[in-house]
């Protein structure tokens, strides 16, 4: 009898012990919904989705994949997505020109990291054979396919002033950019302002046909992590977490090199030898520093001089959220921003 209650017991011993573990979930992991595009700059996005590092940082990462910053941008102020990546023009049209998004904004964006270094990142592409252009001076009446609104646009004028071209003498037209590169091998265009990859798969496609039109300007791209400030107010260690998953797929980017160039193959339509050729113009890493800043000011003084907008008297610092990144990879942060 004594020996039937000892098992008995034993045996509701265990029932409450699994109960018990049953009880102790696993943390949920969070939900995070992120705009970004298939650019050769965004691959440790896509790979931190792939190698499961928004998992081990307890998020539940959603990637939308859009044809430009522009679209991303415009869907965070909606409050559609709740991380966009964009390249800084689209980031500071967001910030001061009204017009930009004509809906209602559900706060006001923040750049909370910048996520590579590239200086060669642009490219201006003419159809020389077609539309007999060899140099700068050959683009006036010319028919050149950008997308508005996006670093391109600020790219092409600040060629225009380099070669005291006014921007009447040629005609823009505003392009997706799968369209552009589509647009210039067809004749629809004479020129493309086009970023990597699809620069230089262009010139592979086209060969003697297409030449790049040759500048001075030596221009430092950046790739914005961008949140609105009602969202980073209350989700500091999501955005923290995010950055931090984004830093292992940037350390496993450096260390797996073939396994990238696949991956970028993939995500951007360009070819192996393509990405092989821009491969190296591009540095996987987190920031915030003097330069971006610099950077920023620049686009305001141009969206002022285009008269895009009319308060010179936003201070770009304020709208630059450290924190995150100070808590997720300190050495990023520079000069005490």
């Given amino acids: 009898m004594e020996r039937g209650r000892f098992i008995l017991g034993v045996g509701l011993g265990l029932v409450f012990l699994v109960l018990s573990c049953q009880v102790e979930k696993p943390h949920e992991l969070r939900p995070v919904e992120v ?41 965070l102020l909606a409050g559609k997505i709740d991380i966009a990546h964009s390249s800084e023009t689209p980031f500071m049209y967001a910030l001061l020109d009204s017009s930009y998004y004509k809906g209602e904004r559900k706060g006001v964006p923040q750049a909370f990291a910048n996520m590579i270094l590239a200086n060669k990142n642009q490219k201006i592409i003419a159809s020389q054979l077609k539309h007999n252009i060899s140099n700068a001076s050959d ?44 647009a210039i091998r067809n004749g629809e265009i004479d020129v493309a302002v086009v970023w990597e990859p699809h620069a230089t798969q262009v010139l592979h496609d086209m060969k003697e046909d297409a030449v790049e039109i040759k500048t001075s300007l030596t221009y430092s791209t950046l790739w914005l992590a961008v949140a609105l400030d009602s969202y980073a107010e209350e989700n500091k260690d999501i955005m923290v977490a995010y950055l931090k998953a984004l ?25 192996e030898t393509v990405i092989r050729d821009v491969r190296d113009e591009i540095d996987y890493v987190l920031s915030l520093n003097e330069r971006l800043l610099i950077l920023l000011e620049w686009h305001q003084n141009w969206l002022i001089k285009k008269e895009s907008i009319k308060n010179n008297n936003v201070f770009i610092r304020d709208y630059i959220n450290y924190k995150p990144l100070e808590e997720a990879y300190p050495v990023g942060v520079r000069n005490n921003l």
């Fill in 35 to 75: 705009g970004v595009t298939a650019y050769i700059g965004e691959i440790a996005s896509f790979v931190a989705k792939e190698k499961g590092y928004f998992e081990e940082e307890g998020l539940d990462v959603t990637i939308k994949v859009n044809i430009a910053g522009v679209e991303s941008m415009r869907q």
């Fill in 139 to 182: 683009l006036k009446g010319k028919k050149i396919g950008l997308v508005k609104n996006s670093q391109s646009e600020y790219h092409f004028d600040s060629f225009l002033l380099e070669n005291k071209i006014e921007e009447e003498e040629v005609q823009l037209i505003d392009m997706k950019p799968e369209r552009i590169n589509q």
């Fill in 247 to 271: 830093r292992k797929a940037q350390n496993y980017i450096l260390e797996h090199p073939d396994y990238a160039i696949k991956k970028m193959t993939e995500i951007t339509g360009a070819t």
